[in-house]
């Protein structure tokens, strides 16, 4: 067990809907990142909060916007959802230290019907 | 642009025997450089790193990896495969220190009994 929580485990939606998928980071981590998973693309960084503030993007959509909140758990917002947004989206995070080590959480599956 | 590649798409071994993953980067610099495993239904788990110094890396589960500058490598080794390390192995960069990895398209092990 990484430390950091992902919810919800899976989530089936229909094409144009929108979803919002939640991370809480391990205790004490000011740093969230999100990635994608899928079999086309691989594995893809997509966006990293530090402390409430956006530090890093990836390949992230227009369709897609991430924050962090007071708290540092974070959201990804995916609207307009198309079948290829299927995939597994990951949250990491780390303490923001000359360590770059990420933790990464279980994940949640997104099926876009 | 930067980039990872892991040649081997698939590979199986025999429990027992020893195993080598393949990891290669494209940057100018040393990054620092990760090994990720991956288990069905699991998210990432962190197996070893390398920032600086001795370039053999040991890491948990047995694995270490060995970083050669001249080949731009970073492979995996492990001297006696278990039937649990059936998984996905995912090789990853941080090419100019800023949290923003770049991994790999991922190695899948088979383990024969």
């Known amino acids: 067990d990484s430390g950091v929580t992902q919810t919800p485990k899976h989530l089936i939606t229909a094409t144009g809907q929108r979803v919002t998928l939640r991370c809480s980071p391990r205790?004490?981590?000011?740093?969230v990142y999100w990635y994608q998973q899928s079999l086309d693309q691989g594995l893809q960084f997509l966006i990293q909060?530090?402390?409430?503030?956006?530090?890093a993007k990836g390949n992230i959509l227009e369709r897609f916007s991430a924050q962090q909140f007071p708290d540092l758990h974070s959201e990804l917002n995916l609207s307009s959802l198309e079948l290829g947004d299927s995939a597994l989206y990951f949250c990491?995070?780390?303490?923001?230290?000359?360590?770059?080590?990420?933790?990464f959480g279980p994940g949640t599956r997104l099926t876009v019907l | 642009a930067q980039s990872v590649t892991q040649p081997d798409i698939h590979i199986t071994v025999s429990e027992g025997a020893s195993l080598e993953l393949r990891c290669n980067y494209s940057?100018?610099?040393?990054?620092?450089l990760f090994w990720y495993v991956q288990s069905p239904g699991q998210g990432l788990q962190l197996l070893l790193k390398?920032?600086?110094?001795?370039?053999l890396v040991q890491g948990i589960k047995g694995f270490e990896a060995e970083f050669k500058r001249s080949q731009s490598s970073f492979n995996l080794r492990k001297p006696s495969v278990h039937w649990s390390d059936a998984a996905e192995y995912f090789c990853?960069?941080?090419?100019?220190?800023?949290?923003?990895?770049?991994f790999g398209t991922g190695t899948r092990l088979k383990v024969l009994a």
């Open positions: 990491a995070s780390s303490p923001w230290t000359n360590d770059n080590e990420q933790f």
């Open positions: 205790s004490g981590d000011l740093s």
């Open positions: 909060y530090y402390n409430g503030e956006e530090r």
């Open positions: 940057y100018g610099a040393t990054p620092y």
């Open positions: 390398y920032f600086s110094g001795d370039t």
């Open positions: 990853a960069v941080d090419v100019q220190r800023t949290y923003k990895y770049i």
